[in-house]
């Protein structure tokens, strides 16, 4: 009953492109001109952007060099570690003596454990927020960061709720760190016996008397094939196939367990066998849907929006060539000419996490403050909280009355930070007002702005609106120009990606 | 290079502004009225119930034995259930709620769905919220309301969502609805400082940009309408005081500013507030009696403000949720995403009861409770009989009314 999927274009918020798709010569490595301004585009895209400095580098390099450094990238085992991860079993230690029965406690204690771990945990998911922060601005391999931020929006897991603990959620973040640009068939099976995955969906919940379909049918509709690709019927099936995974409560790990299994016989995506959890990902994996609807999402989070039916069948035939393996499908994407089309430049909105780290980079820290997780909490991406298991709709969604004045307020604040006089390129400001715009718009922009707007901020710099009208000066010069570093990055542009 | 601040400067950028408040009472006065009395100052108010609200265990059918023997851990005990008559009763938790009923302000629209109901979250809140089970819709019914219902459109709070994101219900093709989680913290920073104020208005406006985008013409409108709709809307409410408390939970916050909007006459007609979430896969009965339980609190102590100001009758609130559950448990002590389930219709113009078909534990769809009133048959009712609107260009079909308003 499976039918071809028809990607989308008409979902809620989420714009494709105007203009033409040159489908024959889509995929094929783009010759045209490189400079910063594209070198930009690509760290936008593959990484969370890039200083002035590092743009002006990998447009010395060249487009190959620059994605062949990109998708090759060397071990990133010496980053730092996170801090040290919260495990409710301490908490519970200190209550517990041996050989006590959780009915020896009253429910008062029983009310202050629960409200001393919840606390904990959500302490513990906060310094790996920042732990993993952090690591997108500092890594030397950016794209790996950008492949787990894709994962984990893809893949969603939340922390927290449901018991999904510190370490689960920093063991699934790793899992897909280390299968950034690995195979998906493989990561989606690992993502299905993962601890977090299994609480979260329920999974580590099933049994054959009673199985619980979350999983199975998130499985299909949100992680592998979309919907009206399968029936009802498949999803029992798949239910079926995946009882017998458990977590061992003695210390959370995964274990097979077979006499909670169905070993029946199932019939599932039209075929039938004796089917397991491996065997279900197996037969996912064959539907020619599984390439598009992989083509898609690819497509949708690293080139466009609503991507032409035949633009996705020409990723997915891409897909199936290289039997699920992501580097050589992200190799030829990031040097692909639909990737530096101006159809596909600036066409699309940045994420909270995409604008937030991407203006430290722009600024050359070294490391975020403490601005970073209260704005990303305003603007509607907490890492490890997706809003439901469909992850982060991303588009316009992304865009609203709330949400923007987030935005503009958390760069309004980071202007008047004391990290603002660490950035070697406000220091080297012209003097002179005009200049001094043309050189932010160049900076922060690479030149997406209008000469109406270089005007409007010239005008700004020489004191249009004060009472104290007065060209720019020796004495407001730094005042100035950190205003109008705001109102540069308030500009339409530094919103999309 | 000395630091100072250039936003703490000059508040005089916002006296520009106050000159324009009284805009949104002139323009309302000449809003063409549709052909209901009163219904130009008639406001909806819209609750999710994010998740799939069990509704058997929320309007418990308490005379069915059937009812027991599927469900015999989180089944509502006959003499907890607050008992409307011999055949159902609200859940205990919804002691204020079953009080509101009592006087008549509440209907029980029950065995509402759809036709080949959809079991995903998404798709099926999608359903709902676009009015559009048989395609993808782009807009959502209450957008399609805000385009077609000759608002005056310069003012930007005609609908408000009181969420961080834009839900899809609100999303249409003319309207920006602006998306509020709350009222503080709606303002940019730069507006303390004329200079930068002014300079951002027109900067946010440039659109003769070198490059393209799909999203540039929506980033421009919305920068321009966040910086004059939070320039606009605290000094709008200001005046505004809640009659009694609310309770400290995030829906008795997200109804309290609802009422503070329909008390402070911005001429807002459709207001969005959720509250979940209901998946209750896994030991059902703790979460959902909490969640309702705060539910009928919030509702209460909306209403009991707005009667305070004498709105009450002027704001009708409906619930809605993307699907009911499984008629019967599963192992993990919850249930399952089902099929049709009842909403609410709650205050202005309600005649208080209990409509549509009793849920039938026994003919069911694979474990599913059956619909019997299509829920775009309630959005009619709604958009005919309190907004005051033909619903057929807007729910693209003819849908019969109901008789539960008046």
Known sequence: MATALTPRTDVAGIYRPAGHLDIATALAPYKGLWDARLAAHLFRRAGFGSSPDEAAHFASMGVHAAVDGLVNFAPTDGLPAPDNLYDPRTTLMQYFQVGMRPGALDDMTK????QEVRQNERQSIISLQRWWLNRMLVTPAPLQEKMALYFHGHFTTAAIQKGVSPVMVYNQNQLFRNNALGNLRELTWQVSIDPGMMIYLDNARSDPQHPNENYARELMELFTLGIGNYSEQDIRESARAWTGWILRPRDGTVQFVPFRHDSGSKTFLGQTGNWAGRDIVDVIFKQPDSAV?????????????????QLVDAVAKLIRKNDFNLKPVMSTLLRSKVFYSNRAYRALVKSPVEFTIGTYKALGAKAIDDRAQRALLQMGQILFYPPNVAGWPGGANWLTSQTVIARENFLASIVNSPMMDGVDWMQKMPLKASQAAQQLVATVLHGDASAQ????????????GTSALGMLSGENYPERIRGAAYLTMAMPAYQLN | MKRSNFLAGTLSGLAVVANTQHVFAQALAQTPLSGLPGAANRCLVLINLQGGN??????????DAQYYQVRPTIGIARN?????????????????????????????????????PDHSHFRSTEIWQTAAPDKYEHTGWLGRYLDEANLPKDNLFNGVAIAQVLPEVMVAGKTDVPAIAQISGYGLISDRNNSASMAYTKLVSDNRLPFSSPYLAHVAEIEDHAQKGSQELPKLIAGYKPAGAYPATPLGRSLALAAQIV?????TRVLYVQHGSFDTHVGQKATQDRLLGELSDAIKAFYDDLAAHGNDNRVLTMTFSEFGRRVAENASRGTDH??????????GGVKGGIYGAYPDLADTNMGNLKFDTDFRSVYATVLERWLGRPSAPILQGQFATIAALG
């Open chain 2, 54 to 63: 069990d509704g058997l265990n929320c309007v418990v059918p308490h005379g």
């Open chain 2, 263 to 267: 008390g402070s006459n911005l001429g």
């Open chain 2, 338 to 347: 089902g099929e049709a389930s009842l909403l609410f219709l709650i205050g």
């Open chain 2, 80 to 116: 907890d259930v607050l008992s409307v008559n011999d055949r159902i009763g609200f859940n205990p938790s919804m002691r204020s709620f079953k009080a509101m009923y009592d006087k008549g302000m509440v209907a029980v629209m029950q065995s509402v769905g759809y036709p080949n």
């Open chain 1, 453 to 464: 707007s270089v005007a409007q901020l010239t005008d700004y710099l020489n004191g249009a």
């Open chain 1, 293 to 309: 609807f992989f083509a898609n999402s690819l497509l949708n989070f690293f080139v466009y929006n609503g991507p032409e039916p």
């Open chain 1, 111 to 114: 009310r202050k454990i629960g």
